[in-house]
């Protein structure tokens, strides 16, 4: 999968994952895909009920030591 835009908020809490992320999909074209790095606990609640009220597609999720990778398609 060819990503787009890399986005590392590793070290950061909420709300900055989704400020960055949001502010990285802003700037994106349609189609696009995001790869966000997080290692807040709550951003995968965070991401998964941000991604449900925007336009865009949650594509994947996963954790590596204590690392979440999100990867969104711009909608």
Known sequence: ??????VDTKGMACPMPIVKGKKALDGMMQ???????S???GALNDFQAWVKQSPNEWISHEETNGVHRFLIRKG
């Open 39 to 41: 290692t807040d606990r």
């Open 1 to 6: 999968m060819n990503i787009d835009v890399r």
């Open 31 to 37: 189609g696009q895909i995001l790869e966000l790095l």
